[in-house]
């Protein structure tokens, strides 16, 4: 073995292990993506299965609404528009 052989040959060690310390980075830092990705997946299910019980909870206040202003004034504070449908009209509630 040549002296430029002997150079190329260390040059080419060195980039494969620059290469390897690389993907083990990469690999890790995909890892930990991965893992935020999936609990942001699992607030986003359980804000979709709230969804629908939190929109019938604002129905139900909005319906006692009608006879207890303290109700009223709870679907104003927090900006809930409720459109409640009795007798075949829907009626728009604050």
Not at 1 to 30: D, E, K, V
Not at 41 to 54: G, H, K, N, T
């Amino acid at each position: 073995m040549n002296r430029l052989q002997f150079w190329i040959l260390n040059g080419t060690a060195l980039a494969l292990t620059a290469l390897l310390l690389g993907h083990f980075f990469f690999a890790q830092h995909n890892d930990r993506l991965g893992e935020a990705l999936e609990r942001d997946r699992a607030v986003i299910a359980d804000a979709r299965q709230a969804e629908a019980v939190l929109d019938q909870l604002a129905k139900r206040i909005a319906v006692a609404s009608k006879t207890e202003p303290q109700l009223k004034s709870l679907l104003v504070k927090y900006g809930l528009s409720v459109t409640l449908e009795t007798d075949g009209r829907k009626i728009p509630c604050p």
